[in-house]
């Protein structure tokens, strides 16, 4: 059984900074993509930011240069460092996990429980 736990969020003022942090609990083999999501009222899930195993990097025109998603390997572990932040990114923002439970297996997703960033303006 895998698990993402979901930390970090909350309320900030536009042009503020808040982080948030995403560790994969579990028998995991192997993790192919890590990455964050975000859902705002009355819109489609859209993706934010994706770490790919072997280092790249793909941001949401809307967040480059403001946003910053990292990974520590030992931990299981994503960060979305978030910086500038407008009153448009406000929305739920979950992370997700492809992964391997062993060599054989196939990559399923996994998704966190999600957390609310609320940015006042």
Same mark, same amino acid.
């Given at each position: ?26 028998? +995991?083999? $192997? +993790? ?17 930011? #994706?770490? +790919?195993?072997?280092?790249?990097? #793909? ?9 910053? +998603?990292?990974? /520590? #390997?030992?931990? %299981? ?11 448009? /990114? ?5 992370? %997700? ?8 297996? #196939? $990559? ?14």
């Amino acid at each position: 059984q895998v698990q993402l736990v979901e930390s970090g969020g909350g309320l900030v003022q536009a042009g503020g900074s808040l982080s948030l942090s995403c560790a994969a609990s579990g028998s +995991i083999f $192997s +993790i192919t993509t890590m990455g964050w999501y975000r859902q705002a009222p009355g819109k489609q899930r859209e993706l934010v930011a #994706n770490l +790919i195993t072997g280092g790249s990097k #793909n941001y949401a025109d809307s967040v480059k240069g403001r946003f910053t +998603i990292s990974r /520590d #390997n030992a931990k %299981n572990t994503v960060y979305l460092q978030m910086n500038s932040l407008k009153p448009e /990114d406000t929305a739920v923002y979950y992370c %997700n996990f492809n992964l391997r439970l062993s060599k054989s297996a #196939n $990559s399923l997703g996994y998704w966190g429980q999600g957390t609310q960033v609320t940015v006042s303006s």
